[in-house]
Nanobody, 127 residues
Framework: QVQLVESGGGLVQAGGSLRLSCAASGRTLSRYVMGWFRQAPGKERDLVATISRSGVYTYYVGSVKGRFTISRDNAKNTAYLQMNSLKPEDTAVYYC????????????????????WGQGTQVTVSS
């Protein structure tokens, strides 16, 4: 079983940047597909981005394409979400999630497909 801990959230002005980190312990991160999700007040938790075990394959929701970058450093057991050009509508609690997988090229876009979740980190973007 893997434990996931997010960090890097905070308050930033519109147009600013933040980098979220997701540190894994208990198991090696290289065995897990990773995803970042977010949940705004009163809304469902939605996918932001996902990355395959190898790091080669990624997927982004349309609203963050060109602004956010998901990456991973398997040697450091850490996944990242670089967020640039932040907008007030990006305000949410951000969660990282992991799913053990045989394939190095798969990624998953639904929350129900992930087994492990972090506790979340708040990102607030002021206008």
């Amino acid at each position: 079983q893997v434990q996931l801990v997010e960090s890097g959230g905070g308050l930033v002005q519109a147009g600013g940047s933040l980098r979220l980190s997701c540190a894994a312990s208990g198991r090696t991160l290289s065995r897990y597909v990773m995803g970042w999700f977010r949940q705004a007040p009163g809304k469902e938790r939605d996918l932001v981005a996902t990355i395959s075990r190898s790091g080669v394959y990624t997927y982004y929701v349309g609203s963050v394409k060109g602004r956010f970058t998901i990456s991973r450093d398997n040697a450091k057991n850490t996944a990242y979400l670089q967020m640039n050009s932040l907008k007030p509508e990006d305000t949410a609690v951000y969660y990282c999630a992991g799913r053990w997988d045989y394939s190095t090229s798969n990624y998953y876009t639904r929350g129900s497909e992930y087994e492990y979740w972090g506790q979340g980190t708040q990102v607030t973007v002021s206008s």
